[in-house]
Every structure is written in structure tokens, then in C-alpha cells.
């Protein structure tokens, strides 16, 4: 259900900023390749860094799951997958925090509702912004766990949308990857693109 807030008069409804995590909020490409190399190393397999930044960063684990793990099963990929999970916190000084985006968002909280919308897991997500004292800098999160179909697709921009009652128009999102800044165009939202701070 979609919500006309500019119809509710003599009140000035707060608008929304959506934020990406991976790549926009911190640059998590070598933790995120270091948790998935520990997890494949256990099973006597290796993963080459520079095709992990270039082919697997930025999408969700359906997607690259089988790339990284030709010949595994889908109980197999979910083993792999909760092992990195388990894992990721090992490498969380690897991570590099966006300071001057967490400095906006505490800017905008005034009259911005904030938003996390994540194709990570819940777990992992959590993990890095707690480690980072940022919990509480989103009025909601959206992961993985609760977001049905992932980036191109909007979905996860629309719950987050449809959760405030704030149209599109009135909606501002921060991406790094193709596949988010497609997800927020579709999602008819205005786009800001991060760049020059995930490595390249």
C-alpha cells in the first residue's frame, strides 16, 4: 500500500535516504574475500582475489555463490555460505567506514527518515555496524533475511519506501554498484552514485 503523505495538511512529513552497504557505507571487498577464502580453504579450494572483486562483489550470494563453488549443491553452497558468515567477523579490520557518509546521514536525521537496504546477510551486516558504532544510525535495515528478490530488483527499496509511507519522488538513494543504482532508478527514486571509495 502507497501512502500520498503530502495529502496530510499542516503537517511536514519527514522524506526517506535509502544507503547501500557494501561499497557505499564501508569498503568490505577484502573482508568479504577473505571470509569466503577461509571458508573455501577449508574445503581444499582456493579463490582467486581479483575475480572475486570484479565478478562477485556487488551481487548477492545466489549469484556468485556457484562461481566461486563450481560442482557445489545448493546444500553444499548454503554450508559454504554459513561458514563465511561465521567467519566474516575474523576480518573486520579489513573493512574501510564511508566517515563523510556516516557524517551526512547524522546530518539528515533531522528530516530524513534513514534506511539500510543490504543484499549481505542480516548477521553480517549487523556485525560491521555494531563493530562501528552505527546500529542506530537507521531508522530501518533491510538485509538479505527479509528482503525476498535482490538487486536489480527494487523490492527492497520499495518495502523500505512503502515501511515510511514516503512516495518515490521524495525518496533519495546511495549506491555504488550497477545493479543497485538500477534497482533504485526502477524504483523510481533519485540516485546519489559513491564512487572513488570501494577499491576498484
Not at 580453504?41 to 565478478?55: I, K, M, S, T, V
Request: include cysteine.
Amino acid at each position: 500500500m502507497w501512502y500520498n503523505v503530502r495529502e496530510m495538511e499542516g503537517t511536514e512529513m519527514k522524506q526517506l535516504a535509502i544507503f547501500d552497504l557494501d561499497g557505499t557505507l564501508f569498503d568490505t571487498c577484502r573482508a568479504h574475500f577473505l571470509a569466503y577464502e577461509a571458508a573455501l580453504n577449508r574445503a581444499g579450494r582456493e579463490l582467486d582475489e581479483d575475480f572475486f572483486r570484479h565478478a562477485c562483489f556487488g551481487h548477492d550470494f545466489g549469484y556468485f555463490g556457484p562461481l566461486i563453488a563450481p560442482g557445489y549443491g545448493a546444500e553444499e553452497l548454503e554450508q559454504l555460505h554459513r561458514e563465511k558468515i561465521a567467519r566474516y567477523g575474523d576480518f573486520l579490520g579489513q573493512a574501510k567506514k564511508n566517515e563523510h557518509l556516516f557524517r551526512l546521514i547524522r546530518l539528515m536525521r533531522g528530516t530524513y527518515h534513514t534506511a539500510l537496504v543490504t543484499a549481505g546477510s542480516y548477521e553480517n551486516s549487523r556485525q560491521i555496524l555494531r563493530a562501528h558504532g552505527e546500529e542506530d544510525s537507521f531508522d530501518l535495515i533491510l538485509s538479505a533475511r527479509e528482503i525476498p528478490r535482490q538487486k536489480p530488483d527494487p523490492i527492497g527499496f520499495q518495502m523500505a519506501m512503502e515501511h515510511f509511507g514516503v512516495l518515490p519522488e521524495d525518496t533519495l538513494i546511495f549506491e555504488d554498484s550497477a545493479t543497485g543504482v538500477a534497482a533504485a532508478e526502477a524504483a523510481g527514486a533519485q540516485v546519489l552514485v559513491v564512487r572513488n571509495f570501494a577499491t576498484d
